[in-house]
């Protein structure tokens, strides 16, 4: 196991980031009233189980229940029943200038956009029409006013975030890893979202990709703010930014349209662990890929960071628990990634590769 250890940290030392990247934490608010919206859509959150009673969450959505009728919640639930669901639309949230005057400063990603029409002019229409109706929800509902009267709160989950994450050295781990950087990373941690709820994005840079992670408390607390944030938990926030971030490097090479007919080619395997795939969230043979690819990477940057425990409880959870079972072929897969980096130079050279060892399932 040590001389494991020493091969990977070998292979990150060979260079260092030109800059170094601190991990940014902050609320965004215009996230921060989508999902207030959301919490009162009918198609959004309203018909949710109400199974961990967040303050925040309840807080919103007690005070603004009485907008339920407006026109922008209504549009909301006319998108979501055509499957632009709130992970679509906090893109184009994160994509606009501030509200309540907020405009696109970033092309949309065209498969969110094919999510509303085949037409592409159409679904821009769609989502112009989106950005303003958020514009008038800002202001019909008093929302600047509550976000005024609430920023201590703000201010001290951002705290308990920013106290948690792990130091700068991850994620110069991870770039080198990978063999790929990232312009800037952001959490934006969100008190009105569902606890353990998520989503990650990326926002093309010039230099890179812009990733940020929108997610909701991390543990329940009861129904008052004297219970806690739910933001405190050193080991939660860790876990989350390591794998969040993951994605930002793998998701974009699975996505490419030249390796479509290749990952479809193991659509087959996702049958074998459908079940338990499907009841963590995972619903396609493609989403279940990526988290395989991105879980292997967590456990392979654990060694390279030199911590062997956490990688080694990350594979008994993954494969054992949570039922991840490609993940050993993987591991054994991407020894060649990072044995021969004179020829893989980033991952993207190597995933065509990995996927191969899923062959040999077949004879398994």
């Known amino acids: 196991m040590f001389l494991q250890i020493l091969v990977i940290l070998s292979i990150v030392s060979c260079s260092r980031p030109k800059t170094e990247k601190k991990v940014v934490v902050g609320t965004n608010y215009n996230v921060e009233a989508l999902i207030i919206g959301f919490e009162i859509a009918e198609n959004g959150f309203w018909n949710f189980p109400f199974d961990d009673f967040q303050p925040m969450k309840t807080k919103a959505r007690r005070k603004f229940e009485k907008y339920r009728g407006h026109k922008t919640i209504k549009l909301i639930d006319t998108l979501v029943s055509k499957g632009f669901w709130l992970d679509a639309m906090v893109e184009v949230m994160l ?9 696109l400063v970033d092309d949309m990603d065209q498969s969110t956009l094919l999510r509303l029409s085949d037409d592409l002019e159409e679904s821009q229409m769609i989502v112009e029409k989106f950005i303003h109706a958020m514009n008038q929800f800002y202001i019909d509902v008093g ?12 201010d001290t989950i951002n705290e308990e975030v920013r106290k948690n994450i792990p130091s700068a050295s991850f994620i110069a781990t991870m770039e080198e890893y990978y063999g790929k950087q990232n312009e800037a990373y952001t959490l934006v941690p969100s008190p009105a979202l569902y606890h353990t709820m998520g989503f990650g994005k990326n926002i093309k840079g ?3 990709f812009k990733v940020y992670n929108v997610f909701g408390p991390l543990i329940v607390t009861k129904d008052s703010l004297e219970f806690g944030n739910g933001f405190d938990d050193l080991n939660k926030i860790n876990e989350l930014t ?18 479509k007919e290749h990952i479809d080619s193991y659509a087959h395997l996702f049958e074998r662990i459908r079940k338990p795939m499907k009841e963590q969230g995972y619903g396609s043979w493609r989403s279940c890929l990526a988290e395989h690819v991105v879980r292997l990477g967590e456990i392979r940057i654990s060694y390279a960071m030199g911590d062997s425990v956490r990688a080694e409880r990350l594979r008994e959870e993954y494969v054992h628990e949570r039922k991840f079972i490609y993940i050993p072929l993987m591991e054994k897969g991407i020894k060649a990634f990072e044995d021969n980096r004179d020829i893989y130079k980033t991952i993207d050279d190597y995933i065509p590769k990995l996927l191969t060892c899923l062959e040999t399932t077949e004879k398994q």
């Open 95 to 103: 994509k606009c200038s501030p509200l309540p005057n907020a405009s």
């Open 206 to 208: 010039d230099t890179g």
């Open 242 to 259: 390591v794998h969040e971030f993951g994605h930002s490097f793998i998701n974009p090479v699975l996505d490419r349209e030249v390796y």
């Open 143 to 154: 929302l600047d006013a509550y976000f005024i009267g609430n920023a201590p709160y703000y």
